[in-house]
């Protein structure tokens, strides 16, 4: 992790939240939750995957280091929504 909004009111990526990116790819976004219901058609990622794991504990503007098929390469967390629906 690069930057970091730690001890703010900010909510911290868990399992169950939406998050938003951006990269040098462009923007995007989704919903990490436990492996056993990913659906990439929803964009409900496992939080097995590199890159949930790279953002889980992080908050909006932190920029986080992720390791890709390619390498690794840095992404802004640019939002972070907290879901309490299943």
């Known amino acids: 992790m690069i930057g970091s909004n730690e ?14 990116i951006k990269d040098e790819f462009g923007t995007d976004s989704f919903r990490i939750v436990n492996h056993e219901v990913s659906d990439l058609a929803r964009r409900w990622i496992s939080e097995d995957s590199p890159m ?3 953002l889980l504990g ?5 920029v986080v280091r992720v390791l890709a098929a ?3 390469h840095y992404v802004t967390l640019v939002g972070v ?4 629906e299943p």
């Open 52 to 54: 949930a794991r790279a």
């Open 70 to 72: 390619f390498g690794h």
């Open 7 to 20: 001890g703010t009111s900010q909510p911290v990526v868990t399992v169950g939240s939406k998050v938003a």
């Open 58 to 62: 992080h908050r909006a503007g932190d």
């Open 81 to 84: 929504e907290v879901v309490t």
